[in-house]
């Protein structure tokens, strides 16, 4: 079997620019263009009075029309001109615990939330406790390492990326001049309520203990020429011993970067269903809190009087960009065509490339060539494109289909078939789409 695939396999070269993309087509002759005709007589363009009835009477028609519509959450989708982007998109319905009366009587959501996964512990945590669990196992890590705990905290926790590079830079340089100059007294030794210091190092999270991890002790020095005493940070006579250990630490700080929980994607396989396009989606996957989405809801009629208006293309476009930015994350399922359905959890922004690794990882032979197709039946070949940007957000049923030429092959080489395409470890673990 394995040997039947890799004769497959190479056999793609001579048909196939390489898994995942299209095979070439065979090429259609034009057909022949009708003669043309003689041109129609140019017509008068209607007066500015004329196109502003036309546009009234049109208004007037599309209102009647949607007055006879039920009034259901449904009809209220169907209603008025969609963009492009909006006809791609699944259908979807607000969270579970809002007290809305459309609400009422609803399924399950079809996921509990997102999930990330920490770095440090490898614990699946909840994404309001994502943070917490990062600072209790960076904590936790002093233990181990202290100068890497305290570097993770500067990265991870200052959330002003411009503000913390300048006081990592200036932190190095502290340190740099020890390494380069250690006979000078003066390069050991940090004024607390020096202005630079304060401006750029004190107000970091977790730079006060760096210094104290990498040798630094809190003193009270005279200052010169006065009778008073300051707080400095002096570097201990120890570390003079260990020049190479302070330029390690250095390189460290400059080469870090924050400590990111990645995205669980929290895998299902589900049996086929005729309910593979109803999403039911937790407060997680929006970028509101739950008042604004009430407040959606209620503005939702408003919508689409808006819609019944007459737009420009580039209006329409910009609502549909600020509609797709409500949104974090996504939840995509991708139906094969033997029915199986293979769920996922995507950040809104990923691009489609994600989604199709996701999909290879889930397969037996990773090599077979595949494309996806959005609702609609719109093919998603550019693998660059962000999910939010192809109306795939919040959540979408997509289809897959494989290269009919290579199945052809290997149908024709008569060899036994697998089952399914997926995995026996996903398959041993498929669940039912209620």
């Excluded at 809190?218 to 330029?247: A, I």
């Excluded at 990923?350 to 197709?373: H, K, M, Q, T």
Aim: glycine fraction near 4%; include cysteine.
């Amino acid at each position: 079997m394995r040997k039947f695939f890799q004769e497959i396999k190479a056999d793609l070269k001579f048909k196939t620019a390489g898994p995942g993309q299209k095979l070439s087509e065979p090429s259609r002759v034009p057909k022949e263009k009708p003669k043309a005709e003689a041109a129609p007589k140019p017509r008068q363009a209607p007066t500015d009075e004329a196109q502003m009835a036309a546009a009234a009477a049109l208004a007037r028609m599309e209102l009647k029309s949607k007055a006879k519509l039920p009034p259901s959450q449904e009809a209220i989708k169907n209603q008025g001109r969609r963009p492009p982007s909006a006809q791609l998109g699944a259908c979807f319905c607000l969270p579970q615990d809002l007290s809305c009366p459309a609400l009422e009587g609803a399924a399950a959501p079809s996921v509990s939330g997102v999930y990330f996964i920490c770095p440090l512990t490898g614990a699946v945590v909840r994404k309001d406790e994502k943070e917490k669990h990062l600072r209790e196992a960076i904590q936790s890590y002093f233990s181990v390492d202290p100068v890497a705990a305290s570097i993770m905290e500067i990265h991870t926790f200052n959330r002003d990326r411009e503000k913390a590079r300048a006081g990592v830079e200036t932190m190095a340089k502290y340190l740099d001049n020890i390494y380069l100059h250690p006979e000078e007294e003066k390069y050991r030794k940090i004024k607390l309520q020096n202005k630079v210091f304060q401006e750029r190092i004190s107000c970091l999270e977790g730079a006060h203990r760096f210094f104290q991890a990498v040798g630094f002790e809190t003193k009270m020095l005279p200052v010169p020429g006065q009778e008073t005493t300051e707080e400095y940070y002096v570097l201990k006579e120890e570390m003079l011993s260990r020049l190479e250990d302070l330029k390690d630490y250095k390189e460290q700080l400059l080469s870090s970067e924050p400590v990111r929980a990645q995205l669980d994607r929290q895998l299902c396989l589900f049996q086929p269903s005729p309910a593979a396009a109803r999403f039911e989606l937790p407060n997680d996957f929006y970028n509101l809190t739950a008042e604004e989405i009430k407040r959606e809801q209620r503005l939702r009629t408003e919508a689409v009087e808006k819609s019944l208006m007459l737009r420009t293309r580039a209006m329409r476009e910009k609502e549909e960009q600020r509609e797709m930015r409500k949104y974090n994350y996504t939840l995509l399922r991708v139906r094969f065509p033997d029915g199986y359905i293979l769920q996922g959890t995507f950040y809104a922004r990923e691009s489609l490339s994600a989604l199709y690794s996701f999909v290879r990882e889930a397969l037996r032979e990773d090599w077979l060539p595949f494309e996806l197709l959005g609702p609609g039946g719109l093919k998603l070949t550019d693998e660059s494109l962000a999910f939010n940007e192809c109306g795939l957000v919040p959540s979408a049923l997509l289809t897959l289909a494989w290269d009919a030429a290579v199945m052809e092959d290997i149908q024709a080489a008569g060899e036994e078939q697998p089952p399914s395409p997926l995995k026996p470890e996903l398959l041993s673990r498929v669940q039912t789409l209620s």
